[in-house]
């Protein structure tokens, strides 16, 4: 009986403790600005712009992707994309980007960060955006 208290007490342990080190697979995590651009300064994740393909042309964060909520292919272009690659959601104030995070989560992706206050935060910080000219 000991023996199987300390099995299960250090797997416990290892899982609090892997908990601390990683993001937790499949939860929406979400982000302040200053980490949206840490993870972007790494690398560490694809940045998807999930407004229309309008408001992506006129502005949108340096290196996003546009792929749009509304889109009535989004299952499909979900289904081909890498479900352990961490996705970086935004919208223009975090409603969209909210729902669209939501999806991802449903589709099975492990690693999905929520940008608070999507680009109008960005800008408000004083980030760069692409402008159309």
């Not at 609090?16 to 790494?42: P, Q």
């Not at 992706?109 to 955006?129: M, P, T």
Request: contains cysteine.
């Amino acid at each position: 009986m000991k023996q199987a208290t300390n099995f299960f007490l250090g797997l416990l342990f290892m899982t609090l403790l892997n908990s601390c080190f990683t993001d937790n697979a499949g939860v929406i995590n979400v982000v302040s600005v200053e980490e949206a651009a840490e993870l972007m300064d790494l690398n560490e994740v694809k940045v998807i712009d999930v407004r229309s393909e309008i408001q992506y042309s006129s502005k949108h964060i340096n290196k996003a992707i546009n792929i749009e909520v509304e889109n009535d292919d989004l299952n499909a272009i979900l289904d081909e994309m890498d479900k352990n690659e961490p996705l970086l959601v935004y919208c223009n104030k975090g409603g969209q980007s909210e729902r669209c995070a939501k999806v991802l989560q449903e589709k099975g992706f492990k690693l999905i960060y929520d940008l608070d206050g999507g680009i109008a935060k960005w800008e408000e910080s004083g980030r760069e955006v692409i402008v159309k000219n």
